[in-house]
């Protein structure tokens, strides 16, 4: 089952390739850039950049209508990748908040190939890029109401003062609309008419042709029509490409669990990582050894300070064990905890205390609070939960240590949670404010809003 | 080139019947070859026995008027109905369109679908699909809008132009301001063009021009059947100079329902007289043009009863659109308008009057708005005739009653639980209402 998977894997991604290149989509990487983002190659990372450079601008700058040319050099262009990439909300740290530097260097290409995984998972970019194509594709379909916004935005140099009076006669928004939506009414029946002027001459071509004496005549006729049909051809041509477009989604779409299953094989690579990173870190602290990548010295930065923090919790638990115990005992009814303090245990503690603050890291990086409230807080938030897992360990543990402040530090949390929504709420409304007052200081510019995601 | 005509309901299969009637008699008079042949190909095909078979197919749910109208094509001996060409039942939907459309269309919708699929396949080219029906009743409104649905759903790419009678003011139906409603508002999404003939101005026309004293259903039918004829019959259009055109209803469509929110064409020709005096008159163009006009801008349906000191709103340029913008009292705006000219020194008349653009909506493009097809074949007996199909305000008011007076009894929700029992619910009325405000709004101010 795995093999089968494994061989298929290339398949999937190259179908995801064609789909994103009928899709408009520049500098798609090779189904082997994938592979070797998923072992986070060095080499393949400004391959991805570009690549998520080009997806990033189709899907979000579409939804907000603003287009900035100067986004050329590979420095800009990630920049916009990691602030797309905010905006959508991916919550990845180098994107919340990324290290000094370039970002180009402290950011490998698992974490761009997962963060492409997280774009194509979240919202439906590939069917509202396959819409916007369509739409390129099979103008004449459309109906005219649904041209209201392109008609709308249109620029003042559209010649739309057709009503005799010359241009003298100022002419409003809304009669402009209703010209055009007129004149495209017009080329949508003249579109209707030529249609069912083809139907006939197919059906009437049909009928020579199965007629039992095709007359020879026909190959000049031919001819006639070849000249005068380009337009048709070119008709053709999109239908053709629209088609391509549209299978390659198909063939996609059967395929996309396999590439859902390859993703999550790329996460597994990437938690894996991080318990070696730890593991390495641990001995490598000892031995004093540096390490030349940056990206994994600052993993490394982040798991020595959480020893540390480890460190002091288990002082600390000690001290409360030691100093309360019957309290302890007689409030909460843990007898285990008495067993706790044996040293197999508070090992076994100690490191599974580590890998979950690995976890953490990221609310610890935003946060640097190693002090005596904090500390409850990084494991109280687990057993508030986990109380209805008892065969834990950890959560027994946890628990013991949880009545010094635990509630205290929930409230705390809640706090600070509440602070931070508001906070970010009235960034949002800011920020939509200023767009708001930017656009309506353009003329012609109709601000749609984004997409629902 | 061909149009397939859907009849629906007493009143459409009446109408329908009467068309394909003076259509056959028109094409049938002395020195029109080409004009017979194109008109034949239009409306009719030879059937193994040469003999002439309407193009339409016959629905209602009761026997008796199919049955009628398929006696009286075949007795007229030179047309008939296709044999199969009809479906029946033998109960009716009872005034209520709800039954129409939820229950009759659903059930039959196989069958009819059918029906029109093989006329329409035996078309070289479908000009056009012109389903005909009364909005009033339940069959023909109801079941018709079932049925227009469905036609769309099979062509959404074929013109579907439909052909609506509006029922007397006073009344004939309890309920037919609710049918109205329901089938203007879903007709209005489904219709490439809704041209209407409304029964009140179409009695006035029998009563004051035709000198009829007890007048029948069939005299209304005559008098709707003769203007639809001198717009559907082969004239020479602005495309097509020198041979009749061929795709009438596209052509129909193109010069006036280009905008989506303006569908309702409404139709007045002139002159219109009984036979007995029509031999005694003689007509000049530059004087029915100059009616006809009149009748336009002063939405009059008739040349008897025009309001003359109606005017076309003078185009300031200085002042720009404020001048335009002053409601001139009684007049009447236009989208854009169709002529139609048929008889003798047809090329003579002099059609600029009515491209004037004081009389058009200020949005239009330039060159948009008029148009003219005409033919020298005189038309239906008489030497000259003028026949305007004009996209303008002219049915703003009787939309307006229509839809006041729907409203006025769903306020009560009077009868409404008549129509909940088949699945149309009080939402669906008030979808529908608030599609028809739309409409008269975008027509108070066009």
Redesign the interface.
Known sequence: MRHAKSVKVKEVITALCKLLSALGIDSVPSAESFRRAKFNQADVTEELWKFLHSILMKVCVMECTYQDSAQSNLDSQSLFVRSALWHCGYGAEWVLEPKAGSLRVCVGSRDLLLAFGWILSSGNPLEFLLEEKAQQLERLSRSALDHMHLLGDGDSQVDVSGTGEGGSKPINGEMQLRTLQWQYGKLKLHWRRLLAAQEERSRLTHRILSSPAPLPETSSTDSSHKTCSTALHKELEQIQSLNATLEAYLNWKSLEPLFWSWMDSVIDNDVSRLDEDAVADVSQRDQGIKRSCSHAEKSREAVKQLNEMVQLLEAELRLGQTQQPDHSLSTQGRHQAQHLTSDRERTEVERRVTTRLQGLRLTNGRYPLPSRAYIPCLQDSQPAYSAHKPQKVESGQVRLTGKLQALDVLRDLKEREALLQWKLELLRQTQREELQDHASTLEGLVLIPPLKR | ?SVVAVQLGQCGNQIGQQLFSVINSDSNGANRKTYKECSDERFFYENSKGDLVARSVLFDMEPKVISQAITKASKSGKWKYGETAHFCQKQGSGNNWANGFSVHGPRHEEVMTDLVRREVERC????GILPMMSVAGGTGSGMGTYVTQCIRDMYP???IFNHLTWPYCTGEVIVQNYNSVLTLSHLYQLS?AILVHENDTVHKICAQLMNIKHISISDVNKVIAHQLGSVLQPAFTEHSLSSYSR?PI??L??SL?????FKLLSLCNIPQMCSSSLAYSAFKWPGLLKHLRQMLIANAKMEEGIDWKVCVPS?D?SA??MARNKRHVGFNTSLANLLILRGKDVSTADTGAFKD?GMY????????TFSAWNTSVPFNGYEKSATIVSNSQSLLRPLDNIVKKAWNMFASRAYIHQYTKFGVSEEDFLDCFTTLEQIISSYTHP
């Open positions: 080139m070289d080219r479908l000009a790419n074929s013109f490439d795709d596209g052509e469509l193109c329902v280009c905008h989506p929110e185009v340029k720009g659109e653009s909506a200020p949005w239009l493009p330039a060159g948009g």
